[in-house]
């Protein structure tokens, strides 16, 4: 039974290119988190899916994010127009249920040069 | 969503010596989870605790809940170099939408 799986582990990208985040949350989990981590600092909540639903974009920003969790396949966070800002460690963590302990991705680490 | 508070931001010890970090929220919580990030790895989740005045042990770890449910602690016994990492609480909002993070406790174990 795979973890939960995220790819790629490390990503560089040019100012102003996109980045595409993927994440397969564990067999069986319906709920999908994405997290933000700069360096030495906690994470900060960024967006809830359910299959097909944005449940809480409340901590995404306003422009150049998105997330999909579509029926099939993995959950994409993806970032249009990448800045020096966007660099940080993106974590995925999934659930069989809200309320439950939370697994956690080996995350993506973003260098935007 | 609410803030919760966690204490010290960082820890340097001995090893052999005691460690404690500290998560204190103004509102009641419904349960508390712990989780462990080792430096450059991903968050490790420990232990969920849900009832008032709640203690769990796993080998060298104690985990409390308060008994008014808004403060929880973990302690660490005889650090060893192993323990080095960051210690975050996570207090799950009840509609389960946002789950929301202490700032961490990092902690170092010079041998």
């Known amino acids: 039974n795979a973890g939960v799986m995220q790819n790629p582990r490390h990503l560089v990208r040019r100012r102003g290119q996109e980045a595409r985040l993927r994440c397969s949350p564990m067999?069986?989990?319906?709920?999908v988190y994405w997290y933000r981590q700069l360096p030495e600092e906690g994470l900060k909540f960024m967006v809830y899916?359910?299959?097909?639903?944005?449940?809480?974009e409340s901590g995404m920003p306003k422009e150049r994010f998105s997330a999909e969790f579509p029926k099939e396949g993995p959950s994409i966070l993806r970032i249009q127009q990448v800045v020096r800002g966007d660099s940080a460690a993106y974590f995925c963590a999934s659930s069989l249920q809200t309320d439950y302990g939370y697994t956690f991705g080996s995350g993506t680490r973003l260098t935007v040069v | 969503g609410q803030q919760v508070m966690q204490i010290p931001q960082y820890q340097h010890v001995q090893e052999g010596e005691d460690f404690t970090t500290y998560c204190n929220s103004s509102t009641t919580l419904s349960n508390i989870q712990w989780y462990k990030q080792r430096p450059g790895g991903h968050p490790v989740f420990l232990i969920q605790?849900?009832?008032?005045?709640e203690v769990k042990k796993q080998k060298r770890l104690t985990f409390q809940f308060g008994e008014a449910k808004k403060n929880s602690s973990l302690h660490i016994t005889a650090t060893q170099t192993t323990d080095v990492g960051t210690y975050f609480c996570l207090r799950p909002e009840t509609s389960g939408s946002r789950l929301t993070f202490g700032e961490g406790t990092q902690l170092t174990v010079n041998p």
């Open positions: 067999k069986g989990h319906s709920h």
């Open positions: 605790l849900v009832k008032s005045g």
């Open positions: 899916l359910q299959k097909e639903n944005i449940i809480d």
